[in-house]
């Protein structure tokens, strides 16, 4: 039996991450944040009580600036696997913590690159890195491009991202970097953009909320579907060497477009609800991101299926479900 320990479990990703390997028959080990209050709704539904002898989902207290308590945690678990999921990822809060942000993110993703080095273990290690590190290069974007990073997010990824290329180059660690592309799910965060959008959606339809406000409505990016994203990260861990990959759909779309469909599918015209405001608008703006994957779909025999515009009426539906 094969064991994985994942960061970020609790997110997005992380939540289908572990579904996906729980069905392949993996131990899965989870670092969670300790809270006064439960922060594990994504995970409820796999659940498994820990005083269950042959339990599978096993979850442990730590944070990514504890580098003692996460070297410890490699140790004790010994995995076969890494997947760094966690960050403080939401860009425009970066603006807000960018001491914070390029702790968690940058040194934190070092910390666990050497807890694998120092242990001497065989785990191989995938970094998920980030569409934002291409900043203000043109689309489309692939593993040649240059990066320009335009927010604090996107930098202390980028030292994530050449940390990880060091540690594999010179430690010999299994590490790869995925740098994958806006990827959104019903359990997308509610303060990115997508969520916000379909979820303001659920909530006028259902006459609780008037009016849903917005920043750069002309932002082009290229949007996946989380749980398939997820089979990825894993097929990158199980090439025989690391490498690192970009994955995307290839199509892009504007922030207005997504809005668009995502009211026109629940019968509302865009126009009547959106307000553009100002103030959520970033600092040094990223105005285009379309991935070219070409790499991925080769060496992996990955591709996406789900498009952009099929994507937000499942969210929609999702949300409207919420509130039923």
Known sequence: MKRAFITGITGQD?????????????????????????????????YQDP???????????????????????????????????????????????PQYTAQVDGVGTVGILEAIRSSGLETRFYQA??????GSTPPPQNEASPFRPRSPYAASKLMAYWSTVNYREAFGVHATN????????????????????????????????????????????????????????????????PSDYVVATGVGATVREFAEVAFAHAGLDWKDFVVEDQRYRRPTEVDALIGDSSKARRALNWAPKTKWDELARLMVDADLQLLA
Do not use: C
Not at 18 to 45: C, Q
Not at 71 to 77: F, G, Q
Not at 129 to 134: A, D, H, N, P
């Open 14 to 46: 992380g939540s289908y991450l572990a579904e996906f390997l729980l069905a392949k028959g993996y131990e899965v080990h989870g670092l969670i944040r300790r809270s006064s209050s439960f922060n594990t709704g994504r995970l409820d539904h796999i």
């Open 51 to 97: 005083h269950i002898p042959d339990a599978k989902l096993i979850l442990h207290y730590g944070d990514l600036m504890d580098g003692v308590g996460i070297t410890n945690l490699v140790r004790e678990i010994q995995p076969d696997e890494i997947y760094n999921l966690a960050a403080q990822s939401h860009v425009m809060v970066s603006f807000t913590m």
């Open 129 to 134: 890195s980030t569409s934002e590190l291409f």
């Open 178 to 241: 995925g740098v994958l592309f806006n990827h959104e799910s019903p359990r997308r965060g509610e303060t990115f953009v997508t969520r916000k959008i379909t979820r303001a959606v659920a909530a006028i339809k259902k006459g609780r909320q008037e009016k849903l406000y917005l920043g750069n409505l002309e932002a082009v990016r290229d949007w996946g579907y989380a749980k398939e994203y997820v089979e990825s990260m894993w097929l990158m861990l199980q090439q025989k060497d």
